[in-house]
């Protein structure tokens, strides 16, 4: 069965540091796209963080650039996100997201980041 959990979320004051984990496991196939993803409250889920499984290439929403770092253990099926400096406005429920080569699309039913004093 396949399957993405996360964890790691909370509480945090502003100026604090979350790091977000994403097990993933029953991939019996090659995924070439691993994100987190973020929705807020009225908003829409937005692309927060991505990386490719070729060459390790990574990718950041503007507002999170600099603050914000994307990391895999093979070895684990773990994929990280490193939150330093955080603001109010990155309060959000946080998505794991993964692609595969079949074209199939999975999701993890996220985890709670709240920032505030």
């Known amino acids: 069965q396949v399957q993405l959990v996360e964890s790691g979320g909370g509480l945090v004051q502003p100026g604090g540091s979350l790091r977000l984990s994403c097990a993933a496991s029953g991939f019996g196939f090659s995924r070439y796209f691993m994100g987190w993803f973020r929705q807020a409250p009225g908003k829409e889920r937005e692309l927060v963080a991505s990386t490719r499984s070729v060459g390790g290439s990574t990718s950041y929403a503007d507002p999170v650039k600099g603050r914000f770092t994307i990391s895999t253990d093979n070895a684990k099926n773990t994929l990280y996100l490193q939150m330093n400096n955080l603001k109010p406005e990155d309060t959000a429920v946080y998505y794991c997201?993964?692609?595969?080569?079949?074209?199939?699309?999975?999701w993890g039913k996220g985890t709670l980041v709240t920032v505030s004093s």
């Open positions: 997201n993964t692609r595969t080569y079949a074209g199939l699309e999975y």
